[in-house]
């Protein structure tokens, strides 16, 4: 049975597309997206290797096959991100590349890099929803938080993981948020949630306007989120 995606949508001052890279060994699946930014925007992603922060426009995110470790990782994400910068006219360093999936696989970056132009075509339509691309053929859910007066909310995609790839968990915000509050508020709630094999992506690009939110707000807003996403609180120990 086919997946059946709601209408997530996403947040005013993004655009999203997904398509299909031939790079994982599904012959049917999704398997990269590319979201964009309208201004600079914090981009924190939490993964295996670590957490990171950084600032740009654009997020390519491959989901079926790791990078590899070492040198030869840095290099791919290096060339899909110099590539993505010709496609699209943006500086390198304002491109940020994950790839979340099964490691040990040869990847090949000239399969990605060819995927580029349907990516790009593809930003302004809904044909290729962004729930597809995370899709691991397990449950997949889009929900939505505000964050209270103007702070701007919170919107988010989840979908499983399996035995041999990370779940995906990626949070789009209009807040006006830095990349430190976001890892100390990831930091904060991670240490209460069941997220355990899970890859976290939060792209949070300011549109709501001049209000800040601050740490508690965002922190709660994120933990509400992810109840609303389907994560467990984790069990605490008996003392």
């Given at each position: 049975?086919?997946?059946?995606?709601?209408?997530?949508g996403?947040?005013?001052g993004?655009?999203?597309a997904?398509?299909?890279?031939?790079?994982?060994?599904s012959?049917?699946?999704?398997?990269?997206?590319?979201?964009?930014?309208?201004?600079?925007?914090s981009i924190?992603t939490?993964?295996?290797?670590?957490?990171?922060?950084?600032?740009?426009k654009?997020l390519?995110l491959?989901?079926?096959?790791a990078?590899p470790e070492?040198?030869?990782?840095l290099?791919?994400?290096?060339e899909?991100?110099?590539?993505?910068?010709?496609?699209?006219?943006?500086?390198?360093?304002?491109?940020?590349?994950?790839?979340?999936?099964v490691?040990?696989q040869?990847?090949?970056?000239?399969?990605?890099i060819?995927?580029?132009?349907n990516?790009?075509?593809?930003?302004?339509t809904?044909?290729?929803?962004?729930?597809a691309?995370?899709d691991n053929?397990?449950d997949v859910?889009?929900q939505?938080v505000s964050?209270?007066?103007?702070?701007?909310?919170?919107?988010?995609?989840?979908?499983?993981?399996?035995?041999?790839?990370?779940?995906?968990?990626?949070i789009?915000t209009?807040?006006?948020?830095?990349?430190?509050?976001i890892?100390?508020?990831?930091?904060?709630?991670?240490?209460?949630?069941?997220?355990?094999?899970?890859?976290?992506?939060v792209?949070?690009?300011?549109?709501?306007?001049?209000?800040?939110?601050?740490?508690?707000?965002?922190a709660?807003?994120?933990e509400?989120?992810?109840?609303?996403?389907g994560?467990?609180?984790?069990?605490?120990?008996?003392?």
């Open positions: 049975m086919s997946q059946v995606y709601d209408n997530f996403v947040p005013q993004f655009q999203a997904g398509t299909y890279s031939g790079l994982c060994s012959r049917v699946k999704l398997d990269v997206a590319m979201i964009v930014s309208r201004r600079d925007c924190v939490d993964t295996a290797q670590g957490m990171t922060a950084r600032s740009g654009i390519v491959h989901n079926g096959t990078l070492g040198m030869r990782g290099e791919i994400s290096k899909v991100c110099q590539a993505v910068s010709t496609c699209v006219g943006e500086a390198p360093d304002s491109v940020a590349l994950v790839a979340n999936g490691k040990g040869y990847f090949r970056p000239s399969l990605l060819h995927s580029l132009n990516l790009t075509a593809g930003l302004d809904d044909t290729q929803p962004l729930e691309v995370l053929y397990g859910s889009s939505t964050l209270g007066g103007d702070c701007g909310s919170l919107q988010g995609i989840a979908a499983d993981g399996t035995d041999d790839s990370a779940g995906l968990c990626v789009m209009d807040a006006v948020v830095d990349g430190t509050m890892e100390k508020a990831l930091i904060q709630v991670k240490a209460d949630m069941d997220t355990e094999h899970f890859t976290f992506i792209m949070a690009n300011g549109g709501a306007g001049a209000q800040p939110v601050g740490h508690d707000a965002f709660g807003g994120i509400a989120l992810l109840v609303k996403l994560f467990q609180h984790a069990l605490k120990a008996c003392s």
